[in-house]
């Protein structure tokens, strides 16, 4: 069955960073896209990133762009996320999730994911 098991997440100083990963299995990996997101408390769950199954398209939200940088091995089967310049606000709790029915998109709309990792904790002290 799909597994989505996330890791990474911690507890850091404001501009420090963090890379979260996502281990990926049973489905075809390198072909879907996936995508971060994250839910701080009693905050709607928010788009993060996102990336196709080539690589190649790579959107963010914007109040990320330009801090953090998503990737992929797909050789590990792994979807990973390099947090850097942290803030306070980025404290949430981060899912990965995987567009399994679609080939090599990468959006921002939630409801396109089929699967859901059970996050991890992230926490930027000031």
């Known amino acids: 069955q799909v597994q989505l098991v996330e890791s990474g997440g911690g507890s850091v100083q404001a501009g420090g960073s963090l890379r979260l990963s996502c281990a990926a299995s049973?489905?075809?990996?390198?072909?879907?896209?996936m995508g971060w997101f994250r839910q701080a408390p009693g905050k709607e769950r928010e788009f993060v990133a996102a990336?196709?199954?080539?690589?190649?398209?790579?959107p963010y939200g914007g109040s990320v762009k330009g801090r953090f940088i998503i990737s992929r091995d797909s050789a590990k089967n792994t979807l990973l996320l390099q947090m850097n310049s942290l803030k306070p606000e980025d404290t949430a709790v981060y899912y990965c999730?995987?567009?399994?029915?679609?080939?090599?998109?990468?959006?921002?709309?939630?409801?396109?994911?089929?699967?859901w990792g059970q996050g991890t904790q992230v926490t930027v002290s000031s």
């Open positions: 999730a995987a567009d399994v029915n679609r080939y090599n998109y990468a959006t921002s709309n939630q409801r396109e994911y089929d699967y």
């Open positions: 049973g489905f075809a990996f390198s072909r879907v896209g």
């Open positions: 990336i196709s199954g080539s690589g190649t398209s790579t």
